[in-house]
């Protein structure tokens, strides 16, 4: 018997509860319950905090950032942020790869639920975890190096790993939906997150990479994220609002992106 796919004003079953509440519970389990994916997002930023706290804060006291002296745990928190972010991002993009091949899609869309619900879900629950695990990385990042900065460069930080966390949950949602292949797409996810944290100027400056780097740096999405946390956190908004347009740009472009492959990929179900 073919799927059914519910109309827009299909209601759900009572025990579902709404369509969009049902589908954002089933979403945060399917990420959370995975204790091993959750560690492996979690260890590499720990290792990272881990010993630049202990070690290299003390040996590289301050960076040349733009022309000026900046402190350098202040210049590489935003790195360890995006560590976190990216790790997250694998996980939710891994559990939709894994979703579409392990046939769970069609028993997803037998049910009276809503293409936009379960878009919606996907993106919503996906985008909470990878804001979460940011923002976790870097209440402990700011805790261990006792940074003391202006609530308007908090609210810009804050403000900036919103947009990171929903653009790069699109992007990698949208990885998921695009790549056929478990070994291709296990590769991709596996090896992408440190090549694009240390393939830009993440843990050094710009000017301090290599000719090939900086070319590299140039077209790495990373390179651009990392450095809008790192304007939120050293000149708050005025320095950080054209990054923030970018990273809202890559946003609606990827989300839209995965909603029309799920759309499409439902109708040939």
Same mark, same amino acid.
């Given at each position: 018997?073919?799927?059914?796919?519910?109309?827009?004003?299909?209601?759900?079953?009572?025990?579902?509860?709404?369509?969009?509440?049902?589908?954002?519970?089933?979403?945060?389990?399917?990420?959370?319950?995975?204790?091993?994916?959750?560690?492996?997002?979690?260890?590499?930023?720990?290792?990272?905090?881990?010993?630049?706290?202990?070690?290299? $804060?003390?040996?590289?006291?301050?960076?040349?950032?733009?022309?000026?002296?900046?402190?350098?745990?202040?210049?590489?928190?935003?790195?360890?942020?995006?560590?976190?972010?990216?790790?997250?991002?694998?996980?939710?993009?891994?559990?939709?790869?894994?979703?579409?091949?392990?046939?769970?899609?069609?028993?997803?869309?037998?049910?009276?639920?809503?293409?936009?619900?379960?878009?919606?879900?996907?993106?919503?629950?996906?985008?909470?975890?990878?804001?979460?695990?940011?923002?976790?990385?870097?209440?402990?990042?700011?805790?261990?190096?006792?940074?003391?900065?202006?609530?308007?460069?908090?609210?810009?930080?804050?403000?900036?790993?919103?947009? $990171?966390?929903?653009?790069?949950?699109?992007?990698?949602?949208?990885?998921?939906?695009?790549?056929?292949?478990?070994?291709?797409?296990?590769?991709?996810?596996?090896?992408?997150?440190?090549?694009?944290?240390?393939?830009?100027?993440?843990?050094?400056?710009?000017?301090?990479?290599?000719?090939?780097?900086?070319?590299?740096?140039?077209?790495?999405?990373?390179?651009?994220?990392?450095?809008?946390?790192?304007? $939120?956190?050293?000149?708050?908004?005025?320095?950080?609002?054209?990054?923030?347009?970018?990273?809202?740009?890559?946003?609606?472009?990827?989300?839209?992106?995965?909603?029309?492959?799920?759309?499409?990929?439902?109708?040939?179900?």
């Amino acid at each position: 018997m073919p799927p059914v796919l519910a109309d827009e004003e299909t209601a759900a079953p009572p025990w579902h509860g709404s369509g969009l509440t049902a589908t954002l519970r089933r979403e945060w389990l399917l990420l959370t319950r995975n204790r091993a994916n959750l560690l492996i997002g979690v260890v590499p930023t720990v290792v990272y905090l881990a010993l630049l706290s202990t070690s290299i $804060a003390d040996l590289v006291p301050e960076v040349s950032y733009r022309g000026r002296p900046v402190g350098y745990p202040d210049f590489v928190i935003p790195a360890l942020m995006f560590s976190a972010l990216l790790a997250a991002a694998a996980i939710s993009g891994t559990a939709l790869f894994q979703e579409r091949a392990n046939g769970m899609a069609l028993e997803l869309w037998s049910y009276p639920l809503t293409r936009r619900q379960y878009i919606a879900g996907k993106l919503l629950a996906g985008s909470g975890l990878v804001l979460a695990q940011t923002v976790a990385a870097l209440a402990v990042s700011a805790a261990l190096f006792r940074a003391h900065w202006p609530a308007e460069r908090w609210a810009a930080l804050l403000c900036g790993a919103v947009l $990171a966390a929903l653009a790069f949950n699109a992007l990698y949602l949208l990885l998921a939906t695009l790549v056929e292949d478990v070994q291709r797409f296990t590769v991709l996810v596996n090896v992408l997150p440190p090549v694009l944290l240390f393939a830009g100027p993440s843990f050094y400056p710009f000017d301090n990479l290599g000719p090939v780097q900086q070319i590299v740096a140039a077209v790495n999405p990373v390179s651009y994220g990392v450095t809008a946390l790192r304007e $939120a956190l050293l000149r708050g908004f005025p320095g950080a609002w054209p990054y923030f347009l970018l990273l809202g740009l890559v946003g609606v472009v990827a989300l839209a992106g995965v909603g029309r492959a799920l759309v499409r990929q439902s109708r040939t179900l």
